[in-house]
């Protein structure tokens, strides 16, 4: 794989993260969406020469949190991972950072 970076949008692997609105509270089903728009716009720069992101809520509970998707494709987890290793990251930092900023987010979001 060419790892020049910053990658074309169509070459970056795309990152759904889907929200439970419960984090977001008991009242978080009248939140979620609008943290989700919150949330998609903070997290932009997290990993942007070859991530995209998609952070929506998770309506559905047999979705997984977090999905990969490469040119429309789901990828699997070991699939993503040797993806950031092309670019010398790793998928469970990646993951790490990931749940770190969304509970900063998520308090910045809620006022915290």
Not at 60 to 88: C, M, W
Not at 93 to 111: R, V
Request: hydrophobic fraction near 35%; proline fraction near 4%.
């Amino acid at each position: 794989m060419n790892n020049s970076l910053p990658l074309p949008d169509e070459k970056k692997l795309l990152v759904t993260y889907r929200v439970e609105s419960g984090c977001l509270g008991p009242e978080g089903e009248c939140y979620v969406s609008s943290f989700c728009e919150f949330a998609q716009r903070q997290i932009q720069p997290l990993y942007a020469d070859f991530i995209a992101w998609n952070v929506v809520s998770r309506d559905d509970k047999h979705e997984p949190e977090i999905q990969y998707n490469l040119v429309t494709k789901r990828v699997n987890h070991s699939q993503a991972s040797r993806y950031f290793a092309a670019f010398g990251s790793s998928i469970d930092q990646f993951e790490i950072d990931l749940s770190e900023k969304l509970t900063e987010l998520i308090d910045e979001f809620m006022g915290h």
